[in-house]
C-alpha cells in the first residue's frame, strides 16, 4: 500500500481552489493593506500566495490583529479552551464587516 503524504497542505482540494473568476494574481492593495491592533479580521487563505500562509485548519476563523511581525501580522484566535497567536500576510485576512 502507498502512504498518505502528512505535507502542510493535505486534504484542501477543495479548501485552497479560486473559483474560475478569482483566478490569476491578486490586487497589490490587498498586499498593502493594513490592520490596527484590535481589530477583527477574517483568516480566509488566498492559495495563490504560498508565502505567511497560516495552516489550513485555520480557514474560515476570526480573531483580533494583536500586532505585528514583518510584513505579516499575529492574529489572536481561540481555538477550543485555548488562545493561539496565528501569523499571516495581509493577502490572507479579511476585515470582519
Known amino acids: ?3 498518505m503524504s502528512e505535507g502542510f497542505r493535505r486534504k484542501t ?3 485552497l481552489t479560486k473559483h474560475p473568476r478569482e483566478r490569476g494574481m491578486y490586487p ?6 493594513e490592520f490596527k491592533e484590535g481589530e477583527y479580521v477574517h483568516i480566509v487563505i488566498d492559495p ?5 500562509m497560516p ?3 485555520y480557514h474560515g476563523r476570526t480573531g483580533v490583529v494583536v ?3 514583518g510584513r505579516a501580522f ?7 479552551g485555548k488562545y493561539k497567536n496565528i501569523i499571516a500576510y ?3 485576512l479579511k476585515p470582519t464587516a
Not at 28 to 33: E, F, M, S
Open 74 to 80: 499575529i492574529v489572536k484566535i481561540r481555538d477550543g
Open 28 to 33: 497589490i492593495t490587498r498586499a498593502l493593506r
Open 13 to 15: 482540494r477543495k479548501k
Open 90 to 92: 495581509p493577502q490572507h
Open 48 to 52: 495563490s500566495v504560498h508565502k505567511g
Open 1 to 3: 500500500m502507498v502512504q
Open 67 to 69: 500586532g505585528k511581525q
Open 55 to 57: 495552516h489550513p485548519r
